[in-house]
C-alpha cells in the first residue's frame, strides 16, 4: 500500500491508506465527517443479522476516525475551514488552534464517541434479541420435536 504522510508538529509519521480509508469514508477528505455521521446514524436501522460479519470493521473505523479527529483536535493536521453557504474558506493550519477552537472541537469528538457507544448498544442489543429469538423458536422446535417422539412411541403399545 502507498504510504501517506501526514505533518505532526515537524514529524513525519507515515499511514498507511488503510487506516485513513475504511468502509469507504477517507478521513482526508473534508467530508469525512458527515459521512462518518451517515454511517453512525444507520447502525441502529441495521439488520440485527449483520452484526457479527460487521462489528469489527464498524469499530476499527469508528476507532481510527476518533483517533484522527483527536490529532485534528490537536493540530497535528492542516485542515479547511467549511462554511454552508460560502463552501470552502480558507485552508487553515491547526497546529495554532485557539483554546475555544480546541474545546468545540475536543466537544464534538466527545459527543461522537458517546453517540457511536449509543448506537452500538442499540444494535447489539437488536442483535441479543434477535438471538434470543431464534433460539427460543430452537427451542420451541425441539419442544414440539419431543412430544411428537413421546406420542409416536405410545401409539404402538
Known amino acids: 500500500m502507498a504510504n501517506i504522510e501526514s ?42 443479522v449483520y452484526y457479527p460479519d460487521k462489528i469489527a470493521s464498524f469499530r476499527e473505523t469508528f476507532e481510527n476516525y476518533f483517533e484522527y479527529k483527536k490529532e485534528v483536535c490537536n493540530g497535528a493536521f492542516t485542515t479547511m475551514i467549511v462554511d454552508e453557504k460560502e463552501g470552502v474558506k480558507q485552508t487553515k493550519s491547526l497546529d495554532k488552534l485557539s483554546r475555544e477552537e480546541k474545546n468545540l472541537c475536543v466537544k464534538d469528538l466527545k459527543e ?36 411428537d417422539e413421546i406420542q409416536r412411541s405410545y401409539e404402538k403399545r
Do not use: C
Open 112 to 147: 461522537l464517541h458517546v453517540s457511536f457507544i449509543n448506537n452500538m448498544f442499540i444494535w447489539r442489543k437488536k442483535y441479543l434479541d434477535y438471538v434470543y429469538e431464534q433460539r427460543l423458536k430452537e427451542l420451541s422446535i425441539i419442544k414440539q420435536n419431543s412430544i
Open 7 to 48: 505533518h505532526a508538529q515537524d514529524a513525519i509519521v507515515p499511514t498507511t491508506t488503510a487506516t485513513l480509508k475504511l468502509e469507504g469514508i477517507d478521513f482526508s477528505r473534508a467530508d469525512s465527517s458527515v459521512a462518518i455521521r451517515k454511517l453512525m446514524n444507520e447502525i441502529p436501522q441495521m439488520e440485527p
